[in-house]
């Protein structure tokens, strides 16, 4: 028995993938977003492995990013920095052979005048508020932009992942204003806007956490968190479990003590809420979530089991999440660095 074991099936991921490039037209590229230490699953792994599926254009958020992904991938995948040029990554974005999507004025001037002729993209802001070039500014600076040849032109929605929502439409709008007539490749949507169906498509599309088989894409599922049991005790009726005695044992109880907590990611909001499985049957936590730790009732299993599942075919990312108040992405980048994780599915 060691320490926790998360186990990512890489298959899953790249059948995610394939399954969400199925969605578009053959000649609109489908991209792969592994920022976040691929959301979590780690990059190396899950990068490699979406190479070897067919993906040949990647997405991270900082040059670092970058960089460590040129050396996972070797030359030839372009690596588009969402977070775009800043200062003091020339020599990175040059050297790494990184493809910058510029996000403002600044950093059009900065990119055309340290690395005049390098490959970079633009990222338009069609109503987020976020990141990207406001129409005005656009407009401004288009012609300039546009003689510099730039990859990309891209913009990110704010709603997509609710289908019904306005504020697609309306962006998509914009975007279409503020691009239409230029002869750049064009991007609009991550998983949410391929959802949205054809028109939210254009050349490319950068799907991240489908990838990962959670919402708002209902793919496979390709985690299993396995967490140790490291001591089991009899707890009288009456006796308290945890921090600040939240928990006392209505009856005899057996508890048992598992290896992680809110440091995993497991947020102390699980307290009291959350189940952990034996195979099929369910095993609620007791007491608070501590850093390291959490109790488990298991007085209804026939015995006391090496692992218990908290992630897995009965509790998946996004029902856990929900659990914890949060979202798939938030639950998936913050999952234990200090997992075990074990990787299977894959060729290399
Ligand atoms: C994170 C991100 C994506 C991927 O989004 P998902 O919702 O995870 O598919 C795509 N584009 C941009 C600009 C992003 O920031």
């Known amino acids: 028995m060691g320490s926790a074991i998360l186990s990512i099936d890489l298959e899953a991921i790249t059948a995610n993938w394939r399954a969400l490039d199925a969605m578009s037209a053959p000649d609109c590229q489908t991209a792969a977003v592994v920022k976040a230490n691929a959301y979590g699953s780690g990059i190396t792994r899950t990068a490699r492995a979406l190479a070897q599926a067919g993906a040949r254009r990647f997405f991270v958020a900082t040059s670092e990013e970058g960089a460590t992904l040129r050396t996972v991938l070797g ?31 600044e950093q059009i001037m900065r990119h055309l005048e340290a690395l005049p002729g390098h490959a970079f993209g633009v990222q338009l802001d069609t109503g987020m508020n976020r990141l990207g070039l406001e129409p005005a500014e656009w407009q401004a600076v288009a012609e300039l932009v546009l003689q510099a040849g730039p990859e990309l032109v891209m913009s990110h929605l704010a709603c997509a992942d609710e289908p019904d929502h306005p504020m697609n439409e309306a962006q998509l709008a914009t975007f279409l204003a503020m691009t239409d007539g230029i002869e750049v490749p064009r991007s609009l949507s991550a998983t949410g806007g391929i959802l949205l169906g054809p028109a939210y498509h254009f050349d490319l599309t950068r799907p991240g956490i489908g990838l990962h088989g959670a919402a708002p894409f209902h793919g496979h599922n390709p985690y299993h968190l396995a967490l140790p049991v490291i001591q089991t005790r009899l707890v009288a009726a009456g006796e308290p479990v945890g921090y600040s005695n939240t928990w006392h044992a209505p009856e ?33 936590v007791v007491g608070r979530v501590s850093m390291d730790l959490i109790t488990v009732d298991v007085t209804h299993l026939p015995e006391v089991p090496d692992y218990l599942d908290m992630i897995g075919p009965h509790q998946t990312v996004d029902q856990l999440a929900e659990t914890a108040g949060t979202i798939g992405y938030e639950l998936l980048t913050q999952l234990g660095a200090r997992y075990n994780r074990q990787y299977h599915g894959a060729r290399a």
């Open 252 to 284: 005899d109880r057996i508890i048992a003590t598992v290896l992680s907590g809110y440091a995993d990611g497991l947020h102390r909001k699980l307290s009291g809420k959350v189940r952990l499985w034996h195979g099929d049957t369910p095993c609620p």
């Open 75 to 105: 030359a030839g995948p372009q690596i588009n920095i969402l977070g775009g040029h800043m200062a003091g990554d020339a020599e990175m974005i040059r050297d790494r052979q990184l493809t910058p999507m510029l996000n403002s004025i």
